[in-house]
């Protein structure tokens, strides 16, 4: 709740509750100012590789800026905003630090005329141009973003794409991946070509991914039969109670189906296994499936929560959560592509979250 805050120590100002911030690690961006606004912005700005700290009054700036920071926002309402660009400025590792000033309402132009006078880079209104706020400084990092994940070693960023690739597909060493300067190189065969373009979305939207390069990356060859059975346990797993779309697998071969993956109870592992065998086509079911109740409760709470996070800032109640194996799913349908953006991002902000999938749509009626 952003409404109600833990106290914070005059030792600790660091404030912990901002979402962003790594104490091991060197901070990159200051919020100064308003406590509640100022989290606002770091919800919206965890989305990017920042370190974000809070400087709750002017007083501490000068013992708390740190030389590896690359911005600064002072958040309205607040004591002493003057002075506080003032220090910044006098500062001698930092005087030349992008400053922006985001203001509580409607800046009247003598005021934001001052403030550009004292060395502010931008002065913006929040909560109406809250977008602007955030493209300000997606702009500043972005460079350091894309040199971030240049430099990260091949081995590692290599480990990072299976460890997505595994997150949706059972049978991972049916596949080859290839890393190189931002390119995947994907060899392999999908069951499906839905299986296809389940495992393209999840490596294109991994940080430091520029291009897919598809190499001998092929689907299995289906007769009719076997593409319209695909179609019915798809169905069915939509809806079968107590099973999560994205925690079961399934391949189909002349008539036999293999299921894998994990659901939340015994009752819902037979009612899918019956259910495939009543399908027309099917001489023959494997279930592989494992029980994880403890996973799927844990997996239906985080949703559950995501769900409510995202009701309270993008106020869309068409917005859907699935959640599994640390992989957030969105479908629904948002106002404009702002929203759209800001979902991704608070959805992001749990730690338990890896990568998020974005499916949402944009309605018609406002993209038309």
Known sequence: MLDSYPSLSPESQLAPEIPGLNKERKPDLY???????????ALLLNGLDVNQVWIPDVRDIRARLSPTAIS????EPMVGLIRGI?????????????????TSNSCPDKLARTYYRLGASSVVSYPEEKFLVQDIVQELHQNKADRASKMQPEGRFRRAMWARLKAVVDHARRFRLKCRDGVVYLAGQAS???????????????PGVERIVHGDFRVSAMSDQELLLTQKIDDLLLATEGVAEQSVAYEVYDG???ITGHVSSKRAMKQLEKAIKRLEGVHRVRNLISISRQQA?????????????????CHQSSIGVKVMKNIAVLNGSVDDSGKRRLAENVAKQYGQIQAVVNRLDISQAQGS
């Open 256 to 258: 036999e189906v293999v």
């Open 86 to 102: 003032k220090m910044v400025k006098k500062s001698g590792l930092l005087k030349n630090i992008p400053i922006h000033v985001v």
């Open 31 to 41: 919020l100064i100012g308003d406590r509640k606004k100022s989290r606002d912005l």
């Open 297 to 313: 409760i844990t997996d239906q709470n985080l949703a559950k929560t995501i769900e409510s996070r995202l009701r309270r800032f």
């Open 192 to 206: 499906s070509r839905r299986q296809k373009e389940k495992i393209e979305e999840v490596l294109r939207d991994a």
């Open 72 to 75: 600064v926002i002072f958040v």
